[in-house]
């Protein structure tokens, strides 16, 4: 009987992974591979690298006991050729195979590697996603905007989640956001998301990855995630039960001293392949029915798996592998080297930066509206903002991470995802959070030498990009109010804002 080999990747760790379905295990082999080529490819943060490769091995074992063959490298293993491709060969060559079966991989940048495998390679679709590469290009198919909140309406109708049996949303609206913009207070007894103590065998991993890239923005102390299928149900288990009632009135609030609020932190699970979307949302659903969370907790928590997870992942495949080197508002300044650590005087930037270092994690509204922010005002490379949100993050794989940060983040893509920039200036910020209170600046001052630097870059961008976004519907009133403000103070707010951007380029402490 002839011999296949079943390649699974780091974020395919998926019992029912469509070329598992497919297979025979009395005659496949299951290939997993730990390989520098994937693990050097940007410096990722050594907590992400631990939880895959803890999870790969994990997983694998899991394999093993239902009877599959697997040959799984090791990162340390001395015959590893620390590429995905090279491995396969490898394998094909010692078990006298030509054959691959593959779940189509999640990346263009290894769908590449695989597509150039000297091997007879049959491919087929990840199923693991509610929607279809084929079926997001038949809603995307002559749009003129693609909006997600439109295609998160289909998917709940594909679905039925929060849906009544005449095709109506539950409650009557199809989106709550409006009531999920809370600020949140400090509180010592708000549960927190569950962590597991590493076993024996993700110690070892913590211990290699330390050796190894240990010298990677990031710790691995204190190293808490999931690390297999049984543990991810735990944490959805008691995300549902103690974190979800809560989560809709603060999931854009931000605090210094508590990192996850009421965030679920499933996404690295999810991501992984460790959780399903269905089953999320599903068991969201079912503490909605049973009265135990309210429906904008619920709705504001699936659209989130079923409508925007889902989306980006459509807008990645949808735009091609060039879509990462997009930059349409030609944004070229280096990041600064306050993102991996270096001092700064913003206490906003300096708490989401120092969270990510410790965690791995920050949720989406640090991202977006701190780190994000920042960057496009400042005006920095759009490529560069994404490589690190690639790194830092647990739950970042290029296709979810890449849309959000030059689609939704940077405007790189120049607005196929969003219909104006997210910026804004240090105001939003403070009525989010309570980082403003212990900043060096003054959100308040809008000149001056204590003057907030959101302030300052908010109004330098805008007029940096006048020709682009004045006539912008959603934007043209805060060029009305740049026009009211008198000539003296708009030249001061553009001076002030060039003497900043100077000093960030010298590498001063801004």
């Known amino acids: 009987m002839v011999t296949r080999l079943l390649p699974v990747l780091g974020d395919q760790l998926s019992h029912d992974l469509a070329s598992l379905c497919a297979a025979d295990k009395t005659t496949d082999v299951v290939v997993m591979a730990e390989v520098a080529s994937e693990a050097r490819y940007v410096p990722h943060h050594p907590k992400k690298i631990a939880l895959i490769f803890a999870a790969m091995r994990q997983f694998a074992d899991e394999l093993r006991a239902q009877g599959w063959r697997v040959a799984y490298t090791q990162l340390t293993d001395p015959d590893n050729t620390h590429s995905l491709s090279g491995e396969i060969l490898r394998y094909a060559s010692l078990y006298g195979c030509d054959q691959v079966l593959a779940t189509r991989a999640g990346e263009w940048r290894v769908i590449g590697e695989f597509d150039a495998l000297p091997l007879r390679v049959s491919v087929v679709e990840d199923s693991r996603f509610l929607a279809s590469h084929a079926e997001f290009q038949a809603w995307a198919e002559g749009r003129k905007q693609l909006r997600m909140e439109y295609f998160y309406r289909e998917m709940r109708r594909k679905t039925g989640l929060l849906m009544q049996p005449d095709g109506t949303p539950e409650g009557g609206k199809w989106n709550y956001d409006a009531e999920n913009r809370k600020r949140a207070q400090p509180d010592i007894l708000r549960p927190k998301p569950l962590r597991f103590a590493p076993s024996a065998q993700t110690q070892a991993v913590l ?35 103690y974190l979800l009632p809560s989560f809709g009135d603060t999931q854009d609030a931000m605090l210094v001293d508590d990192a996850f609020l009421n965030h679920a932190v499933l996404a690295p699970y999810l991501n992984l392949g460790l959780l399903g979307p269905m089953e999320i949302c599903q068991r969201v659903q079912a503490e909605w029915q049973a009265g135990r969370v309210p429906l904008n907790a619920a709705e504001g928590f699936i659209r989130q798996v079923i409508g925007w997870r889902e989306y980006v992942r459509g807008i990645y495949f949808r735009e091609g592998p060039d879509y990462t080197s997009r930059n349409a508002l030609g944004h070229t300044r280096p990041l600064p080297a306050f993102y991996w650590g270096a001092p700064t005087r913003m206490a906003c930037v300096a708490a989401a930066v120092a969270q990510t270092r410790q965690q791995a994690y920050a949720h989406h509204i640090q991202r977006l509206m701190v780190t994000g922010n920042f960057a496009l005002l400042a005006g920095v490379s759009p490529q560069e903002l994404h490589m690190w949100y690639l790194a830092v993050y647990a739950d970042a794989f290029e296709w979810v991470e890449s849309p959000n940060t030059i689609g939704m983040s940077q405007f790189a893509d120049d607005g196929i995802i969003a219909s104006k920039p997210y910026v804004s200036s240090g105001a939003y910020i403070d009525r989010m959070s309570d980082y403003c209170g212990s900043c060096s600046y003054k959100v308040k001052e809008k000149t001056g030498p204590r003057a907030c630097p959101f302030n300052l870059l908010y109004w330098d961008f805008l007029m940096r990009h006048e020709g682009r976004f004045a006539k912008n519907p959603r934007m043209a009133q805060m060029y009305r109010t740049w026009a009211r403000m008198a000539p003296g103070h708009r030249e001061t707010v553009l001076r002030e804002a060039q003497a900043l951007l100077a000093r960030l380029d010298a590498g001063a402490v801004v």
Do not use: C, K
Request: proline letters at 0%; zero cysteines.
């Open 207 to 241: 211990a290699m990855v330390a050796q190894h890239f240990g010298q990677n923005f990031g710790t691995l102390d204190d190293f808490w995630f999931a690390t297999n299928r049984a543990e991810a149900l735990q944490a959805l288990d008691h995300f549902a039960t």
